[in-house]
């Protein structure tokens, strides 16, 4: 049993980082190298889709410092692993609303989507600026207005919602983790975490590793997953 979608919320930045005497933006450069780190984990283990949630749409409540630099790292990231990114033949993506984010920061994201589109490896996708109530709400409209226009018929079932996500052409997520001891999903996927295997883990996210993941996607080819149906 494989995971083809794989979705992590990389929490526990600030925290690690206030442990360690540090300021909060310490935490996140750390949580930057992390990220490459686990991007090339998840490829090496056959996963096609590798979602992190990287700025929700509740994180511009921080303050203007924080959220200053947090937009900074998309550059930085690029700047330092995007030609390793291209060598491994990962693609990069963004689920979230980008005419919301400040335009240097949309630059990076947009430039760096460009570059790798042809790739035909894994999917990195960032979760940028992206919240799901949000999202879904946004779904409801585009096929409220379908209808409206005479499109469509009022007759939308379930397997046919997701075409109107921002993870449209993605598959259902299979695992999601999330780092730091909260056990609680964040406006993250919402939808697409339906029947998602959950990993909740003490870990912060500065100290997750290749190997942390590995025996996350172990745990889970143990897992008995019914879809709400029997077996034998």
């Known amino acids: ?81 995007l030609k390793e990114l291209m060598e491994k033949n990962i693609r990069i993506a963004m689920t979230g609303e980008m005419d919301q984010i400040p335009a240097d920061t949309a630059k990076v994201l947009t430039s760096a989507i460009e570059e790798t589109k042809n790739n035909t490896g894994m999917v990195l996708n960032f979760a940028m600026n992206y919240g799901s109530q949000r999202e879904i709400v946004l779904a409801a409209r585009k096929y409220a207005e379908e209808v409206l226009s005479g ?31 909260e056990c609680r999903l964040s406006n993250f996927l919402l939808w697409q975490l339906a029947y998602a295997e959950l990993e909740f883990i003490d870990l912060p996210w500065p100290e997750f590793t290749a190997e942390t993941l590995k025996e996350r996607m172990e745990q889970f080819k143990k897992r008995d997953r019914r879809f709400g149906g029997v077996k034998g």
Do not use: C
Request: aromatic share 10%.
């Open 1 to 81: 049993m494989n995971v083809k979608h794989l979705a992590i919320i990389m929490d526990g930045n600030g925290r690690w980082a206030k442990a360690r005497g540090k300021v909060r933006t310490e935490g996140h450069f750390k949580g930057v190298e992390v990220v490459r780190d686990a991007a090339i984990a998840a490829n090496d283990l056959g996963v096609e889709v590798l979602t992190l949630y990287a700025f929700s749409t509740e994180n511009w409540k921080r303050s203007a410092d924080e959220v200053g630099y947090l937009m900074k790292l998309p550059a930085l990231f690029f700047n330092r692993f």
């Open 151 to 181: 499109k469509r018929a009022n007759d939308l079932e379930v397997d046919q919602f997701d075409q109107y996500l921002m993870t449209s052409e993605f598959p259902p997520v299979d695992l999601m983790i999330r780092t730091s001891g």
